[in-house]
């Protein structure tokens, strides 16, 4: 089992920043593919970035390329998103997520929501203009 918790959600004006982290339990953690997600009000969960076990290999959705960057800590059990250039759409609350179907696996990242196995209780994030 895992757990997860995130931190650093709150409230910036456009254009601001803030890092998200996400502290997991349990020793399996460090093999696990890991994403983050989010959900706007009225819209469905989508995806965000995720890494690979590794930290190497990374995956933006393309609302966030150039913006955000995910990276992870392993010695610390924590997984990471950094944003920049804040909008008012990243609005939404956002989810931590490991994927436990391919542990040790290099490159291996996670785009699907149903690909996730874990996931932590979110963290909002509010942009204003």
């Known amino acids: 089992q895992v757990q997860l918790v995130e931190h650093g959600g709150g409230l910036v004006q456009a254009g601001g920043s803030l890092r998200l982290s996400c502290a997991a339990s349990?020793?399996?953690?460090?093999?696990?593919?890991m994403g983050w997600l989010r959900q706007a009000p009225g819209k469905e969960r989508e995806f965000v970035a995720a890494?690979?076990?590794?930290?190497?290999?990374?995956y933006y959705a393309d609302s966030v390329k150039g913006r955000f960057t995910i990276s992870r800590d392993n010695a610390k059990n924590t997984v990471y998103l950094q944003m920049n250039s804040l909008k008012p759409e990243d609005t939404a609350v956002y989810y931590c997520?490991?994927?436990?179907?391919?542990?040790?696996?290099?490159?291996?990242?996670?785009?699907?929501?149903?690909?996730?196995?874990?996931w932590g209780q979110g963290t909002q994030v509010t942009v204003s203009s």
């Open positions: 997520a490991a994927d436990r179907a391919r542990p040790f696996d290099i490159n291996y990242v996670s785009l699907l929501l149903s690909a996730y196995d874990y």
């Open positions: 349990g020793r399996t953690f460090r093999g696990y593919a």
């Open positions: 890494v690979d076990w590794s930290g190497v290999s990374t």
